[in-house]
């Protein structure tokens, strides 16, 4: 079993910049593939990032390419999401979220992963 647990929200203005954290417990993070999704109050949960084991790979939706960047410390067993030039729309609940294997056909798709963190609140001020 594994559990993942974020950190690192908060409340930050536009422009701003905010690190996450998403520490794993059960497996290594080395051998899985993490993701991160976030969902804004009153819409659907959408992927944000993802980080694969092998090969590595990352990916990254439209919205937060080149503002954001996903990376993992192995040996601290915890994956990051650095978040640059914040903007309002990026505020909602981040939730960080493992599977042990996956399709990049699949990869932003929340129904194929099977494990979850409770989440962390990034706001964004105008």
């Known amino acids: 079993q594994v559990q993942l647990v974020e950190s690192g929200g908060g409340l930050v203005q536009a422009g701003g910049s905010l690190r996450l954290s998403c520490a794993a417990s059960?497996?290594?993070?080395?051998?899985?593939?993490m993701a991160w999704f976030r969902q804004a109050p009153g819409k659907e949960r959408e992927f944000v990032a993802a980080s694969t084991w092998r090969p590595r790979l990352t990916f990254y939706a439209d919205s937060v390419k080149g503002r954001f960047t996903v990376s993992r410390d192995n040996a601290k067993n915890t994956v990051y999401l650095q978040m640059n030039s914040l903007k309002p729309e990026d505020t909602a609940v981040y939730y960080c979220?493992?599977?042990?294997?996956?399709?990049?056909?699949?990869?932003?798709?929340?129904?194929?992963?099977?494990?979850w963190g409770q989440g962390t609140q990034v706001t964004v001020s105008s």
């Open positions: 979220a493992a599977v042990d294997s996956i399709t990049t056909r699949t990869i932003t798709l929340e129904r194929d992963y099977a494990y």
């Open positions: 059960g497996r290594t993070v080395s051998s899985l593939n």
